[in-house]
């Protein structure tokens, strides 16, 4: 029931259509605590705190998985070719606790959340995890002191954390029918022009909003056994093509994510034929959710994390690799919101 509801009210996003003006008395009421919020926090009557090095704040102004996780990934990989010893905080959706905690490759999805997790084994750098983003940020940087550099994952509207550069991804839906929750899908309004200390990446293949900004490139990069993904096998092609030829068409295809149907178009452009398995975003994955005799399934990385090699019997569990390029236009003007003293020893 929560399930279909929840879906109900995303279609209602995409227009202003009879449920959306119902809603949009109470998302004029939101608007006006977003403003006075913000007001508080620009007027020093809140208080902003710095925790010492340059912070990145990854987030979308819209519900709903917009790539921000992607990105995290790919520019704490810039960072590390660049020299930087970047380190990645979040709130981690789905934990039990609000407690601050470090996260390590072996660390459950239950307490880590399926995104840290998923960055932390992607990228190998430091990860926390916090509701508080200050606290978090300033205990990953009392167990590392190397880190220089912080990069939250979301954050974008938790103001007391002080940024260096912010940025804002968006994805097909732009921002859905521009009202503010919960007749719309946006958190807080679409500014008029990129705000400062602001870059704008767009994980579409357009631009979808009126702000200037970069289009990331997104393609499958190819696919390991789960087991071998596990211990840090490289995705391959290659093993795409023996899944092709070995497994009967149409393979499942599972996807707990907010926008699965981005999962199963990559999956289709690489001319599998596929049944598709849309789960609830962050699904646990507690009980299977396919039959016990399915011979072959693929699965996303942030999927993968919360599945154990031990339990899915005889079924051949794939997982996806997503390739997320960002371009060098972007790289660059990330690189000139850092300090040339932001790297580790100058600091």
């Not at 991804?169 to 719309?184: C, I, K, Q, S, T």
């Amino acid at each position: 029931m929560a399930r279909d509801w929840s879906r109900r009210l995303q279609r209602a996003w995409l227009t202003r259509g009879p449920l959306a003006l119902v809603l949009w008395p109470l998302s004029l009421l939101f608007g006006a605590v977003v403003r006075v919020r913000r007001a508080l926090y620009a007027s020093g009557r809140l208080p902003v705190e710095n925790v010492g090095v340059p912070v990145i704040i990854v987030g979308n102004l819209i519900v709903g998985g917009a790539g921000k996780t992607p990105t995290v990934i790919a520019i704490v990989q810039m960072l590390q070719r660049r020299g930087f010893t970047p380190g990645v905080v979040s709130r981690g959706y789905g934990r039990r606790d609000d407690s601050v905690q470090a996260v390590d490759d072996d660390t459950p999805a239950a307490q880590a959340g399926d995104e840290p997790l998923l960055i932390r084994r992607r990228t190998k750098a430091p990860v926390a995890v916090g509701r508080d983003r200050v606290a978090t940020a300033e205990f990953l940087l009392s167990v590392d002191p190397e880190i220089d550099v912080i990069v939250c994952d979301d954050g974008l509207q938790h103001h007391r954390l002080g940024r260096t550069l912010q940025v804002l991804v968006f994805d097909e839906r732009g921002v859905g029918n521009g009202w503010l929750l919960p007749a719309g899908p946006l958190r807080e309004p679409l500014p008029k022009r990129t705000p400062p200390h602001s870059l704008v990446l767009y994980n579409a293949k357009r631009r979808t909003t009126r702000l200037k900004g970069d289009l990331a490139a997104r393609s499958l990069a190819g696919i390991a056994l789960l087991n071998d993904w596990r211990r840090g096998a490289a995705p391959s092609l290659a093993a795409l093509a023996v899944m092709q030829r070995e497994a009967h068409p149409p393979i499942l295809a599972a996807a707990g994510m907010a926008q699965p149907q981005r999962f199963f178009a990559m999956l289709r452009d690489r001319g599998l034929s596929i049944e598709k398995c849309p789960l609830p975003d962050h699904h646990d994955f507690k009980t299977l959710p396919w039959p016990a005799d399915t011979p072959d399934v693929l699965v996303t990385e942030k999927d993968a994390v919360k599945l154990d090699p031990a339990r899915v019997g005889s079924t051949r569990v794939w997982v996806a690799t997503l390739d997320f390029t960002l371009p060098a236009s972007f790289e660059a003007a990330l690189l000139a919101h850092l300090p040339p003293s932001a790297r580790r020893g100058t600091r």
